[in-house]
């Protein structure tokens, strides 16, 4: 038996995909087990280091990335017939009786395809583990959100019409299973997220006074729903109550930011990091902004929010997100909540964390053993190979 992973996403190595590649690889390797990796054709050659795989997947969507009304339906099913094909011609002739097939961050650009292609090798007794990352409306306006649900309830109705005794569709949050399950198509469950948390020997205990800074950073793409277009109001509000804090935030390469333009208390990291140097910048931070819109993150899981407090480093996030629906299913009081998802209320917020922080220091510090015993890589592989 071997484990077959499908990831026509997998483009850079700085991307969650590559760390969910890893971590399945990992889980095979100390199991004996095989794995292979079928990935984009314009992935980057260094992802081969990582595990055994082939660029073999043309591009066509891979998410839902063009916000036009009247594109997805050409697209989607283009997409959909070159992903049947390669897989048809890559993936079919290494398959073996009783082999596990994953295919991750699934979107309705594949669904189809991949439909296709099983009904075809299903007779080999394959187990196909489906996970789906994103809801169908991702970065999609409300005027092509209707089209873009409906593309997905057309996907799924047609899955829900094929024998499905091996085929299993797994989500990676509970509210997105929720979500999906109301379609009453096909079930879904959901898994852990994979994330690794042997980069720390041991939890951090730092504890500080009123007068002392703490280091406060801002990991991952800079985008507006994410917080970029309020983080720097409220830093600059921030720092005239606490003067000796520091702030350190990843933008994208080639923006010429620097402390004589932002000021003293700002530093910066230019462009994606690799997996190893994530982890040491994440090391450093005393606390973490996970400020990102609810009506983006209500169904969107964050990997840098479970780190965080799985590392017992508090964080700054957003009521009705779904950060907040995991902080009270981890039962977890490492984090201030915003009640808007705006500056001044992130500023309250960051007052808050501050006046507080060596409370919020400690109730992270506790949550860390639970968000480290529901989320990591065993969970995650286990649930989806099993």
């Known amino acids: 038996m071997s484990i077959i992973v499908l990831d026509p996403g997998c483009i850079a190595q700085t991307s969650h995909n590559v760390a969910i590649n890893i971590a399945i690889h990992q889980h095979c390797t100390q199991r004996n087990t095989k794995s292979l990796f079928f990935l984009n054709e314009k992935s980057e050659a ?68 991949l439909l296709e292609w099983y009904e075809e090798v299903q007779h080999l007794d394959i187990r196909l583990n489906i996970l789906f990352r994103f809801s169908p409306v991702l970065r999609m306006s409300a005027e ?113 930011l620097s402390p004589e333009i932002y000021g003293e208390h700002f530093s910066f990291i230019l462009g994606p990091l690799k997996p190893k140097e994530y982890y040491q910048w994440l090391e450093k931070a005393d606390a973490v902004f996970v400020c990102y819109d609810p009506i983006a993150y209500r169904l969107r899981t964050s990997h840098i929010f479970v780190e965080a407090l799985g590392f017992g480093i508090p964080t700054i996030t957003t009521e009705k997100s779904w950060m907040h629906l995991e902080s009270n299913r981890l039962r977890n009081g490492g984090s201030v909540l915003m009640k808007q998802f705006d500056s001044v209320s992130l500023f309250r917020a960051m007052n808050m964390l501050r006046r507080q922080y060596n409370q919020y220091k400690q109730a992270a510090e506790t949550a860390s053993e639970r968000v480290r015993t529901i989320h990591n890589i065993q969970a995650f592989v286990q649930a989806l190979v099993h």
């Open 46 to 113: 260094d992802i081969h280091d990582f595990f055994p795989s082939q660029s073999v997947f043309r591009s066509g969507i891979i998410y839902n990335g063009i916000d036009d009304p009247l594109l997805p339906f050409g697209v989607m099913f283009d997409s959909n017939r070159w992903f049947a094909d390669d897989l048809k011609q890559h993936v079919s002739p290494i398959l073996q009786r009783g082999d596990i097939v994953v295919i991750h961050t699934v979107t309705c650009y594949h669904l189809l395809g």
């Open 144 to 256: 092509s959100n209707r089209l873009h649900n409906y593309l997905y309830k057309y996907a799924l109705e047609r899955w829900s019409a094929c024998n499905q005794k091996n085929v299993r569709f797994l989500t990676d949050s509970d509210a997105l299973a929720k979500y999906y399950n109301r379609a009453k198509l096909v079930p879904f469950a959901s898994s852990a997220i994979p994330i690794d948390f042997s980069f720390f020997k041991s939890v951090s205990q730092k504890r500080v006074n009123h007068e002392e800074g703490i280091h406060w950073m801002f990991l991952g793409e800079h985008r507006p729903e994410k917080g970029s277009m309020i983080i720097f109001d409220a830093i600059n509000a921030h720092v005239q109550s606490f003067p000796n804090d520091r702030f350190t935030l990843q933008i994208p390469s080639g923006e010429l």
